[in-house]
């Protein structure tokens, strides 16, 4: 199929490559020129596995290329999709100009009966605006869908080669029929409904899951006060098939692009419509202000921050991204810099992205011995692998006192930190 996909951030590129690599012919369209001029050379403006090298490949096939102009990136396509972003509003609420932007720029160059879907995470009852201005612009017959997608930074290619599921949201038999075979290559597991509910959908996931993250610290934040121990707690509940042992992870609270943003826009639409004793905004609330509880107890455990240095392992918001947007470094570090800490960093990949939203007093390394060199408080933001197995008693020599080592990820356990002679702080332990 011929399909163009309007958009060239993180779900764009994704998608626009792997549909190429399944045989179809696909332009990625945006109007940054430098961006476009990156992605020709195979040079992905972003971390993610597997990426770089899916997108020279499509593009030497000839199934991918990128242009700046709706006319020829539109014109023949039988398929658009939107994939741009959906900033939240000052109310909360998802911002849509971009997606009418985009929509307005497109409808003069649609050929007759494409399918036009949103892929952008928006409100239930968006496709029916995006229609009237595609209407407003053009006479030709075009149909409207919603298939969100469900990626996970650092596996998204493997996220949309093989997917869970698919959800399509259509009106027509017609459409749901181009839209399945389109999908067959990934996935059998086709599951259609109106566009509404697709839509939907998306907010539904992410705020579910959103609300698995939020349960798990609230009990391990209990577990704290009577002696549980929360990695236990979660192999006993996890053996009940309707809970499952899978996504439960205590810590900080979630961040990233989609969960921090999706949680306020429910929260925030929840409000206008009256419904203001809504789960999605204590959730919101609860999560706002977990950074900041947590930092003031660790303060008083390590018997003040003020005078110490503090080696922060971890800059982006989650493991193989580069991605640091509500990453937890971007509250715990000025936290330890306003309570007189001195603070030194370091990340596999996210350094650079995260220099200019820090304060300049911090400094960077890209060894993480050297990182934890000198220090008295060693706090573990996030799970790299290259984190994972540490050597304890390397960084007991290295370490200045009290000797903490604070592992929001949970990724160790006491006994062998104290074998090694560190003092160990984890969540819900």
Known sequence: MKIACIGTGFVGVVTSAVFAKLGNQVVGLDIDEKKIDLLRQGIVPFFEPQLSE??????KTGNLTFTTDYSQGIKDSDIVMIMVGTPSAP??????KYVFAATESLAPHLKDGAIVIVKSTVPPGTNAKVR??????????FEMASVPEFLKEGTAVEDTLRPDRAVIGVESDRARDILVELHKPLTSNVVIMKPESAQMCKYAANNYLATRITFINQISDLCEANGADIQEVIKGIGQDKRIGAHYW?????????CFPKDVKEIAAYAKSINENESLFIKIDDLNSKRIGRLMAGYDKLAGGFAGKTVAVLGLSFKPNTNDTRVAPCLEVIPWLLDHGATVKA??????????????TKVQYLNDVYETIKG??????????DEYKTLDLSKINSLMSE???FIDTRNQYNASSMETAGLKYKGVGR
């Open 346 to 359: 370091t990340d596999p990949k996210a350094i650079e992205e995260i220099k200019p939203l820090l304060p």
């Open 375 to 384: 220090a008295s408080v060693v706090i573990l933001l996030v799970e790299w």
């Open 402 to 404: 009290p000797k903490y």
């Open 91 to 96: 109310d909360g609420q998802a911002d849509l």
């Open 249 to 257: 992870y205590p810590g900080l609270g979630y961040g990233g692009s």
């Open 132 to 141: 009237e201005i595609i209407k407003a612009n053009t006479s030709v017959n």
């Open 54 to 59: 899916l997108l020279v490949e499509t593009q």
